[in-house]
C-alpha cells in the first residue's frame, strides 16, 4: 500500500485525547494480527475458524479506529495508506462472504509492521495523557 500525503496544511497539533487511544488501539490491533497469523498460509488458517474470525475482527477494528482519527491525529502518524485501510474494512464489514484470506496474511506480513511502526512512532512522540485512560491493558 502507497503511503498517503498528508492533508496539506494540517498539522499533528490539535490531535484529540481520542486519536491518541484509537492510534493505541490500532496498534494493539496490528501486533494481534501479526500474532494471528504467525507463520501460518492461509490455507492453515482458514482450517481454524476461531483464528480466521479473530483476525477479520482485527482488520475491522483497525480500518474502524482510522475512519474515525481527526485529520491532525493522523497527521501525528505521518504517511499511511488510510484510505486503503478502512477501504480494507469497508470491504470485510460489507463484503464479508467475498473475504480473500490470502490477501489479508499477505497484509499482515506486507503492511502491517509499516502501520506497526509508524504508529509507535507516533505514540512515541506523543506524550502520555495524564489521568487514566480508561482503557484496560491486556499485555
Same mark, same amino acid.
Given at each position: /500500500? ?8 494540517v +498539522? ?6 481520542? %486519536?491518541r487511544l484509537?492510534?493505541?488501539? /490500532?496498534? !494493539?490491533? $496490528?501486533? =494481534?494480527?501479526? &500474532?494471528?497469523v504467525?507463520?501460518d @498460509? ?5 482450517? =481454524?475458524?476461531m483464528? +480466521? !474470525?479473530?483476525?477479520?475482527n482485527?482488520? +475491522? ?10 485529520? #491532525?491525529?493522523?497527521?501525528? @502518524?505521518? $504517511?499511511?495508506?488510510?484510505? #486503503? ?7 470485510? @464489514? ?5 473475504? =480473500?484470506?490470502?490477501e489479508? *496474511?499477505? +497484509?499482515? !506480513? %506486507? %503492511?502491517?509492521? *509499516? &502501520? *506497526?511502526n509508524?504508529?509507535? $512512532? ?18
Amino acid at each position: /500500500m502507497p503511503p498517503e500525503p498528508a492533508e496539506p496544511g494540517v +498539522t499533528g497539533a490539535g490531535a484529540l485525547p481520542e %486519536d491518541r487511544l484509537r492510534i493505541e488501539h /490500532m496498534l !494493539r490491533c $496490528s501486533r =494481534d494480527a501479526r &500474532l494471528i497469523v504467525g507463520n501460518d @498460509v492461509a490455507s492453515v488458517l482458514a482450517a =481454524d475458524m476461531m483464528r +480466521t !474470525r479473530a483476525l477479520v475482527n482485527c482488520f +475491522t477494528e483497525i480500518g474502524e479506529a482510522a475512519a474515525r482519527l481527526t485529520p #491532525q491525529g493522523r497527521a501525528r @502518524v505521518g $504517511s499511511v495508506p488510510w484510505r #486503503q485501510i478502512v477501504g480494507m474494512r469497508n470491504i470485510i @464489514v460489507h463484503v464479508y462472504w467475498g473475504i =480473500d484470506l490470502a490477501e489479508l *496474511v499477505k +497484509t499482515v !506480513r %506486507d %503492511d502491517l509492521p *509499516v &502501520l *506497526v511502526n509508524a504508529l509507535e $512512532s507516533a505514540l512515541a512522540a506523543w506524550p502520555p495523557p495524564e489521568g487514566p485512560t480508561g482503557l484496560v491493558e491486556t499485555d
